[in-house]
C-alpha cells in the first residue's frame, strides 16, 4: 500500500459549516452534521487527467472517472484533488467510504479510507428534578430531544461531577454544601449544549397532624357515602 506522507495530516474542522477530513490511509471516523456539507480529501495533490479516479460508499461505486469519463456521479462531486464533496448530509450519506487513484500505468498513487457518521446537532437539555421523600435527597433528570450517541455531563456549582454520565443524578443534600445548583450539559461527536441551571429546594416533609375527627368523617364520608351511614353527627 503506497501512502502519500505529505497528506497524511488529519484535519477535521468541526466549527466551519463545511468539514475538512484530510487524507490518511487509516480508516477514519469522521463525524458530521446533519444538514452539513463534507469534503472527504485526498489532499492538495491535483489529478492528472489520466489517473484513474473511484469513491465507494459501502462497497458500491458512487463515482467513477477514467480519461475524464465520468460515469456513474457527475464531474462536480469531486473537486480537482479528487475529494468527494458531499452536499446537505442526510442519514443516507454516512457509511464507509473509500477512494482508489491510479496512474494511467495502474499503480495506485493515492487513496482514502474511513467511516463517516451523520449526527443531529444536541438540542438545549432541560434539567427537571424531584425531591425525595424525606427532603434528604434529589433525583435530577436531563433531558434532551434526541439522545441518540449523546454523552451526559453534571455540574454542581458549575464544576464538573466526575463519574456522571448518566440521563439521571442522585444526590444527597447533605454532601453539597451552599447552593444547590446543578446543570447538565449534553454532547455528540458534532456539537454539545448547555441546560439551564437549576437550585434545588427540598423541604423535609412536615410532621403528619394527627387525625382529627372531622378528618376521620371526611375518609369515611368518600368510602360510606355510597350506603348513606356518613357524617350524620357531624352534619349542622
Ligand atoms: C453546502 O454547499 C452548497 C453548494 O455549494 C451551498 O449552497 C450551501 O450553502 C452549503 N451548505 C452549508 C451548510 O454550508
Ligand atoms: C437538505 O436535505 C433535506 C432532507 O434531506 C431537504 O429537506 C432540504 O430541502 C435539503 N436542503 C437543501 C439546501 O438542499
Redesign the pocket.
Known sequence: MMVCDDYRLFVLLLTTSSIVAAVSEETLNVYALL?SNLTLSLGQKLLSYQDTLRWTQNNKVIFSRLFGVVRPGKPTDVDAAGSLQL????DSSAGDYKADVYDRTGVRVNGWSGKVYVVEKVSTPVVTFLCGSSGATATLKCDVRNPKHVVFAWTHEGQLLTGETKPTLSVSLAKFKGNKVFGCSVSNSASKAQSNAVQLKCKPPPPLPPPTPKDYCFKASTVMAAVGLCCSSSSP
Do not use: Y
Open positions: 444538514g452536499l446537505n448530509l442526510s
